[in-house]
């Protein structure tokens, strides 16, 4: 059996909607399947029912980030390979 479509027409900001029109496609959807996504599990939990969102580090973590992964990369870093050498 097919399944039955509708149309929702909705107003809304411009900046609102190109705001998350860019945080979608990051998350690889679309405006109508993330609204469909939001609907059908507000249907099943009774509510709104969650927090879709991407994480964003400030800017001291992201520096903390870069830098770990310099070092990682950097084979003339000194390592430690327990507690004891470390001190």
Do not use: C, Y
Not at 13 to 36: H, P, R, W, Y
């Amino acid at each position: 059996m097919a399944t039955m479509t509708t149309n929702l027409n909705i107003r809304m900001d411009k900046d609102v909607k190109e705001q998350a029109e860019k945080i979608f496609s990051e998350l690889g959807l679309n405006m109508t399947t993330a609204i469909n996504i939001f609907l059908r599990t507000s249907i099943r939990e009774h509510g709104i029912p969650f927090s879709l969102k991407l994480d964003t580090p400030n800017a001291t973590t992201a520096a903390a980030i870069e830098e770990g992964r310099r070092i990682a990369h950097d084979p003339t870093a000194k390592g430690f390979h327990d507690m004891k050498s470390l001190s």
